[in-house]
């Protein structure tokens, strides 16, 4: 798809959006977007089922309620984008940085989240085949830190790897059991070390 035509579309969505004469929901399933620029573009409630998305700028797009069913979202840039209650049924998110994204009620299931960055990322009742774990404001960066069970990974500021190599840095960057970083970080892991039994 061209820019031009692209262009022609998001101004008849954001119309839509808002109610003004003329204005038609986007309809973009199956359209190839490969490397779009797309940033901060507001794509909620769009149709994009099917479509191909690989490697598109979607940095601080609002995709609130878009279908995105079996779109291809493999290494695409959503780092910052609004998911919540997105349709991500059976999509391709492989390799895609969703680090920050709001990704909360968010339909997951099937979802392929192979080497995706999910750093940051609010998966608050996002629906799933895999369980997350999250904890919000700890550590020395108070951000988010997440866990994935069944792919035995935690995703903490610049840091992803298992469960014992997150240990295994943390006692190594805090080794002091009194400093409140320590506390905080080994009391997440015993946590899931005793959910995990």
Partial sequence: MDKKELTKILELHRKWLFNIDGGIRADLRSADLRSADLRSADLSFANLSSANL?????????????????????????????????????????????????????????ANLRSANLRSADLSSAKTKKRYIQVACIGSRKDMTTYCFEDDLVFCGCFKGTLKEFKQKCLKTYPD?????????????????NLKD
């Fill in 177 to 193: 059991k009194k400093s409140q970083n320590h506390k905080e970080y080994l009391g997440f892991i015993e946590y899931l070390e």
């Fill in 54 to 110: 690989r490697s598109a700028n979607l940095r601080s797009a609002n995709l609130s309620f878009a279908d995105l069913s079996s779109a291809n979202l493999s290494s695409a840039n959503l780092r910052s984008a609004n998911l919540s209650f997105a349709n991500l049924s059976s999509a391709n998110l492989r390799s895609a940085n969703l680090s920050f994204a709001n990704l909360s009620f968010a339909d997951l299931s099937s």
